[in-house]
């Protein structure tokens, strides 16, 4: 089984929304047993908090519902428990360093570092672009997937 941790900033936006369309799609291709998936927040701002209803709405026409999600914090424990823990950008990544105190086995990256266009996931929270956000980390779980239902090679940037 592959352990993967979505993280963000606040657990809220674009992790828990990476983290159910995940799933969401890994049930598609009938590969979702070969994952478990979760989602982390670097800062303790919105521990205990709901999803975001932009992420809430974004998933609801897929028949996802992410309602009993809580917003909860990454901790040093979760290098050791997950195969990848995937930020959405770059001072997500710092941060998942510092609580870390490193990646030495080079578990972490973006989601889009794997695409043709590698870059940061549009964070809703100063745009308020749910939108863009869905596309990103919808293009992102897709390469994801493909790459671990086409290969069993590592996954490395």
């Given at each position: 089984?592959?352990?993967?941790?979505?993280?963000?900033?606040?657990?809220?936006?674009?992790?828990?929304?990476?983290?159910?369309?995940?799933?969401?799609?890994?049930e598609e291709r009938n590969t979702a047993q070969q994952f478990q998936v979760a989602s982390a927040?670097?800062?303790?701002?919105?521990?205990?908090?709901?999803?975001?209803?932009?992420?809430?709405?974004?998933?609801?026409?897929?028949?996802?519902?992410?309602?009993?999600?809580?917003?909860?914090?990454?901790?040093?424990?979760?290098?050791?428990?997950?195969?990848?823990?995937?930020?959405?950008?770059?001072?997500?990544?710092?941060?998942?360093?510092?609580?870390?105190?490193?990646?030495?086995?080079?578990?972490?990256?973006?989601?889009?570092?794997?695409?043709?266009?590698?870059?940061?996931?549009?964070?809703?929270?100063?745009?308020?672009?749910?939108?863009?956000?869905?596309?990103?980390?919808r293009e992102g779980c897709l390469l994801l997937l493909e790459?671990?239902?086409?290969?069993?090679?590592?996954?490395?940037?």
């Amino acid at each position: 089984m592959i352990k993967i941790l979505f993280v963000c900033h606040g657990n809220i936006c674009r992790s828990p929304m990476a983290e159910y369309l995940f799933r969401y799609l890994a049930e598609e291709r009938n590969t979702a047993q070969q994952f478990q998936v979760a989602s982390a927040a670097t800062s303790r701002e919105e521990i205990g908090n709901p999803v975001h209803p932009g992420t809430l709405k974004k998933l609801k026409p897929l028949g996802i519902s992410a309602a009993e999600k809580r917003a909860v914090q990454m901790t040093r424990q979760d290098y050791i428990t997950y195969d990848y823990l995937i930020g959405m950008d770059e001072y997500n990544i710092r941060n998942m360093l510092h609580i870390t105190g490193g990646d030495p086995k080079q578990k972490m990256f973006r989601l889009l570092d794997l695409s043709q266009h590698p870059r940061d996931v549009a964070d809703p929270w100063y745009t308020g672009d749910f939108d863009a956000t869905f596309q990103d980390i919808r293009e992102g779980c897709l390469l994801l997937l493909e790459h671990f239902c086409s290969s069993s090679a590592p996954l490395r940037k």
